[in-house]
C-alpha cells in the first residue's frame, strides 16, 4: 500500500509551565542583548563581515513586548500541534509556539533526529524573553532568539510541487515589519524534509535581514560541517578565528570537549557544498543542508562547567540528556544583518533528514570527506537545486484550509498598506483587541480611549503610525503612544515633552510617569527618575481596580522597575513601602525573593538576606548571562556561589 503524505492535527500533553501575561510597559531601555562584540575585534575581519556587523544592529525592543509573566510550575497541558508524515518521516510542529518543529522522528529506524525537550519550560533568552529549548527554530528579526519563539503563527494546507500538500507556517515580523513564510515539504518516500523559506521586503526603502535556522541536537555527537576555521564568540563578547577542529588543546567539534558556553561560527569556503551533520560514534546522527543562499553554519555549546550543566538542567526536566544547536545562517555570524534592497525578497530551500555516515572519529578532514560522500549518495547537492526549483513556483500558491491563526498584526499592516503578498493572505478577520484601536485610528484619524480604566495596549512605532499619530486630536492617550514612537526614533526630548503633555489631562498618571522615568534614567538624573517611580506606584495603587492578569502584570512590572531606583539612589525606606504594598503572590516569586535580599542588604540586614538564599527561590526570568545572582551572594557572603545558583557563562577572570 502506498502511504501518501499527510497533515494532521494532534495534541501534545506534557508538562509546562503557562506563558503568562506580557509586560505591559513599553520597552524603551536599550535591547539588553548579550551578542555585542568588542570593537577592537571588527579590525582584522573580513570587509564583507565588518561592515555588516556594524549594518543597523537592533538598539530597541520596540514596538514588541517584553514577555516575563511565566513561572516553573509546571502541570500537565496540551499544547496544539501539526504532524507532517509520510511513511518515511514523522515531524510535529507548534504552530502555537513559533511554528517550532518539536520532533523528527526517521519512522524506518524509530530514530529522534532532534533533541525534543520533554517539558515545555520559557525561559529567557529570546530578544523579548519567553523562549524554550529543543526542536528547529526560525530565528528571524534581529541577532538573538525571535520575538516569536512563544507567539502563534499561522498555518495551512498549501499544494506541493509532486501534487501533494505542504504545510505553510508565516507570520508579521515586527521588528523589521517584515512578512516571512515557512513552507515544510515532504515528499512521498522522502527521507528529507524539504523546508522552503522566504522573507520579503515589501516596503520602498531596504531593510536589515536576519535568519537563523536553530537545530537542537544530542550533545553526544561529534558536528562535522565542511570548514577549517571559524569565528569563535564567547560570553566574554570576544570574536576571533580560530582553527577547526583543534582549538585551545581541545577538539571542539565534540560539543563537550568546552569548558563554557561558546558559538563558533564556521568559515565555509564559498565554493562548498552548505552542510552540517551531528552524529554518534557510530556515525548516525541528522544532516541539515540547504541552497547556498543560507550561507552560514554554526556550532552552540552549553559546555561542561558548571554554569552550562545548571542552565541545561533549568530549560528541562532532571534526567534528561543535554543538547547543543547546530544552525544556518543567511551571514558568516549572527552578529551580522543583510541588506534586504526594497520591494525584493530573499529565498532559499533547507533540507533535514538522517544521515549513516562512516564513524567520525579521527582525523577531520577525512571524517568531513566520508560524511558528505555519504550525503552526496544519499541527497546530491543537486536535488536540493531541484527541489528548490520546484518550490519557487509554489510559494505564491494560495493556502487552503486554514490549521492555526497567528497575530493580527500583518493583517492591520495590510490594510494600512494594500500590499499584495501572495501566498501568505494577512485576513483583516485576525485582526484582534490589541489591533482594534489602531484600526480605528486608521478609519478615523482618532486614537479612541478606552471603555475602562485599564494599562495602556500595545504601541505602534513606525514612521506611518507615528504621522498618524502626530495628526490625530492630542488625547492623553494618543500623547502617550505618540511619546513612545517618539522614543523609539531617536527623538527623546520630544517624547518628553509629549508624555509631559498628556500629563496635565490623564485619568492615568503612572504609566506617563513610568515613561518619564525611563526617560530620567537615560540621561543620568536618578533621583527625579526615583521621585517618579514613586509617584507612578502610587497612582497605580490607587487606580487599580482588581487583582486580574493584567493589573497584576503591570503591578509587578512597575513595582521591580521602583524599588530597584530607589535603590539605586539609597533610598530603601521608600523602597520598602512600595515592596510592603505588592501582593504576597508577586512578593513570592523568584525575582522578587533576590528584589528582596537587595532591599535587606540596602537596609543593613545581612543575616536576613542570606536567609533568602538558604530558603531557596528560582528566578524564572533571569536572563541568558545575566550574573546578578553571583553579585548579589557576594554581598551577602565570602563563600563560594551555591551550585544552583550558578548560571555563570563564561570564565571568572573574564
Not at 540621561?523 to 527625579?528: A, L, M, P
Request: some cysteine.
Amino acid at each position: 500500500m502506498v502511504v501518501v503524505t499527510t497533515i494532521r492535527r494532534e495534541v501534545l500533553t506534557l508538562p509546562a509551565a503557562p506563558l503568562g501575561p506580557d509586560n505591559p510597559l513599553p520597552a524603551l531601555r536599550p535591547l539588553d542583548e548579550v551578542h555585542r562584540i568588542d570593537e577592537r575585534d571588527t579590525a582584522g575581519l573580513p570587509h564583507d563581515m565588518a561592515r555588516q556587523i556594524g549594518y543597523a544592529p537592533l538598539h530597541s525592543l520596540l514596538p514588541a513586548r517584553v514577555r516575563d509573566g511565566y513561572g516553573r510550575a509546571r502541570e500537565e497541558r496540551g499544547i496544539d500541534a501539526l504532524v507532517l508524515e509520510n511513511d518515511r518521516l514523522r515531524a510535529t510542529v507548534l504552530p502555537g509556539l513559533g511554528g517550532r518543529i518539536a520532533s523528527l522522528v526517521h519512522k524506518t529506524t524509530g530514530r529522534e533526529l532532534l533533541y525534543r525537550n520533554p517539558v515545555f519550560q520559557p525561559a529567557n533568552f529570546a530578544l523579548n524573553g519567553a523562549w524554550f529549548s529543543g526542536g528547529i527554530e526560525w530565528n528571524i528579526g534581529a541577532t538573538g532568539h525571535t520575538t516569536l519563539s512563544c507567539a502563534p503563527v499561522h498555518a495551512a494546507r498549501v499544494p506541493a510541487p509532486d501534487g501533494g500538500e505542504m504545510l505553510r507556517l508565516w507570520e508579521w515580523e515586527r521588528l523589521r515589519d517584515l512578512p516571512f513564510q515557512v513552507d515544510l515539504w515532504l515528499p512521498d518516500g522522502s527521507d528529507f524534509l524539504h523546508v522552503g523559506v522566504r522573507v520579503r521586503n515589501p516596503h520602498e526603502r531596504a531593510v536589515p535581514a536576519y535568519w537563523w535556522s536553530n537545530i537542537a541536537v544530542p550533545e553526544e555527537r561529534r558536528v562535522l560541517v565542511p570548514a577549517e576555521a571559524a569565528y569563535h564568540f564567547g560570553y566574554e563578547r570576544r570574536l576571533g578565528r580560530v582553527p577547526v577542529p583543534a582549538y585551545d588543546g581541545a577538539d571542539r567539534t565534540y560539543p563537550l570537549h568546552s569548558t563554557y558556553a561558546a558559538d563558533y561560527f564556521y568559515d565555509v569556503p564559498e565554493d562548498r557544498r552548505r552542510w552540517i551533520a551531528a552524529l554518534d560514534q557510530d556515525g548516525a546522527g541528522l544532516v541539515q543542508t540547504s541552497t547556498d543562499v543560507l550561507r552560514g553554519r554554526k556550532l552552540f555549546v552549553w559546555g561542561a562547567g558548571p554554569g552550562g550543566r545548571r542552565w541545561q538542567r533549568w530549560l528541562t526536566e532532571p534526567g534528561t540528556g543535554g543538547y547543543c544547536e547546530i544552525q544556518a545562517g543567511l551571514a558568516r555570524t549572527q552578529l551580522e544583518h543583510i541588506r534586504l534592497e526594497a520591494e525584493s525578497e530573499v529565498a532559499w530551500l533547507e533540507s533535514y533528514g538522517p544521515l549513516e555516515a562512516p564513524p567520525p572519529a579521527g582525523e577531520w578532514d577525512t571524517a568531513v570527506r566520508r560524511t558528505e560522500e555519504r550525503l552526496e549518495a544519499v541527497l546530491p547537492r543537486a536535488a536540493v537545486d531541484a527541489a528548490h526549483a520546484a518550490w519557487r513556483p509554489y510559494a505564491d500558491a494560495e493556502p487552503g484550509e486554514i490549521l492555526a491563526t497567528g497575530s493580527g498584526w500583518g493583517a492591520l499592516e495590510v490594510l494600512r498598506t494594500g500590499w499584495k503578498l501572495p501566498g501568505t493572505p494577512f485576513a483583516e478577520a485576525a485582526i484582534g483587541e490589541a489591533q482594534q484601536p489602531w484600526r480605528e485610528l486608521l478609519r478615523t484619524g482618532s486614537f479612541p480611549e478606552p471603555r475602562r480604566v485599564a494599562p495602556p495596549g500595545e504601541s505602534l512605532v513606525a514612521p506611518a503610525w507615528r504621522d498618524l499619530l502626530e495628526t490625530a486630536p492630542a488625547t492623553p492617550l494618543t500623547e502617550y503612544h505618540l511619546g513612545v514612537a517618539q522614543w523609539h526614533a531617536g527623538d527623546r526630548a520630544q517624547a518628553v515633552r509629549s508624555w509631559e503633555r498628556a500629563l496635565e489631562l490623564a485619568p492615568s498618571l503612572w504609566p506617563l510617569l513610568r515613561c518619564l522615568a525611563v526617560a530620567d534614567q537615560e540621561s543620568g538624573h536618578h533621583e527625579r527618575a526615583a521621585d517618579r517611580y514613586a509617584e507612578a506606584f502610587d497612582d497605580l495603587c490607587h487606580e487599580r481596580r482588581d487583582q486580574g492578569e493584567r493589573w497584576a502584570a503591570a503591578t509587578a512590572a512597575l513595582a521591580r522597575e521602583a524599588i530597584e531606583a530607589l535603590l539605586r539612589v539609597r533610598r530603601p525606606r521608600q523602597a520598602r513601602a512600595v515592596w510592603d504594598r505588592v501582593p504576597a503572590a508577586t512578593r513570592a516569586r523568584g525575582r522578587f525573593r533576590l528584589l528582596e535580599a537587595e532591599l535587606l542588604l540596602a537596609e543593613g540586614d545581612r543575616d536576613r538576606a542570606r536567609a533568602v538564599f538558604e530558603d531557596g527561590f528560582e528566578v524564572a526570568d533571569l536572563r541568558e548571562g545575566d550574573e546578578r545572582i553571583g553579585r548579589v551572594w557576594e554581598r551577602v557572603c565570602d563563600e563560594p556561589l551555591p551550585e544552583r545558583h550558578d548560571f555563570r557563562m563564561r570564565p571568572p577572570s573574564a
